[in-house]
């Protein structure tokens, strides 16, 4: 069974991934007391990759909102001394990165973009996911690791960070059921985006765990495959909830900016199946569902084992380590 180090695992994604890496490796998970990133300096930090001895790094840390300063520390430097780190004390092992589809910035409308597309990131927050994606692309290129990179598009499922549209909208059906209101208010952009189930993109970093060295494909598209209008999303997800009211126009969050700036985006998924063997299985239907059950109809988001909501374990396998004490890590597109 192979040792898989996973960072972030407290976070949305990480939450996921380490339920379903468990049942397939021994997988370590240190939480921020012992492994904060960005303040563990790089000696800390190579010498713990030298006791766990992992076959496997992957990081799922990072953050979704700060300034330009927090996110540069969160992805970029934090990346630059894993590079470091398991360079010197696990040369051997595969490190995979969690990106973003942010990274692309504006794609044209109406295509699904591939990784070979040219990023030009609309926001601070995209654009130091993709410079940290340039520093594992060159330890790869280079040879100094073998390194892969998962381009995350919007990912949708239980246990969705608060600032999130879908958690807001999951909040505000969630009071008005409470209250015995009609409608609900939210602000909504004319946006498309690709929604990928987040037990999908857990079994894609799996995928990534297990494939054959990648070559010059180490950036992956991990979505659905398929744009869908936020307005139809929302709409959707209050009908899963059975809320039959009215939705009417509202006010934006504050970083809602940044996700107008990019009126499209879907994801081109062929590298995945090729290099990793990967589909997405879980259509927006069933990924809605499982938000409402874990978060909508259980106030306090119930607990999320890999999907499994309310003290279902996942089974086989063995985790080690502690858990994660707070989600650290996310991904949003735009």
Not at 129 to 144: C, F, K, V
Not at 292 to 298: C, I, Q, T, V
């Amino acid at each position: 069974m192979s040792r898989v180090l996973l960072l972030g695992a407290g976070g949305f994604l990480g939450r996921h991934i380490r339920a379903l890496l468990a049942e397939h490796a021994t997988v370590r998970s240190p939480d921020r007391a012992r492994c904060d990133l960005v303040g563990m300096d790089l000696p800390a930090l190579t010498a713990l990759i030298a006791r766990e001895r992992p076959d496997v790094v992957v990081t799922a840390a990072g953050r979704i909102v700060g300034s330009g300063h927090d996110f540069v520390q969160a992805h970029v430097v934090t990346t630059a001394k894993l590079i470091e780190a398991v360079a010197v004390a696990a040369p051997g092992a595969r490190l995979i990165r969690i990106g973003s589809a942010a990274e692309y910035g504006v794609v044209p409308y109406g295509r699904a973009v591939r990784e070979e597309h040219p990023g030009r990131p609309v926001s601070e927050y995209g654009l130091s996911h993709l410079a940290a994606t340039g520093l594992a692309e060159l330890a790869g290129d280079t040879g100094r690791l073998d390194t892969i990179v998962l381009r995350v598009f919007n990912p949708v499922g239980p246990g969705m960070p608060s600032g999130n549209m879908l958690a807001r909208v999951t909040a505000l059906v969630r009071a008005a059921a409470a209250g015995g209101a009609g409608d609900i208010a939210l602000g909504l952009h004319d946006t498309y985006r690709d929604l990928v189930d987040v037990r999908d993109v857990a079994a894609a970093v799996l995928a990534a765990t297990r494939c054959a060295a990648v070559g010059a494909e180490r950036v992956v598209n991990v979505g659905s495959g398929r744009a869908v209008a936020t307005r139809d999303v929302v709409r959707l997800l209050a009908d899963v909830a059975g809320f039959t009211g009215r939705i009417r126009e509202g006010g934006f969050p504050p970083d809602a900016t940044r996700s107008a700036a990019v009126p499209w985006m879907c994801a081109d998924v062929d590298r995945a199946r090729r290099v990793l063997g990967w589909t997405p299985t879980y259509d927006l239907d069933a990924s809605l569902r499982a938000l409402w059950r874990a978060d909508g109809e259980h106030a306090d988001g119930g607990r999320v084992d890999g999907g499994r909501v309310d003290g279902e374990r996942a089974a086989g396998g063995r985790v080690d380590g502690e858990r994660a004490d707070r989600p650290v890590a996310g991904v949003a597109a735009g």
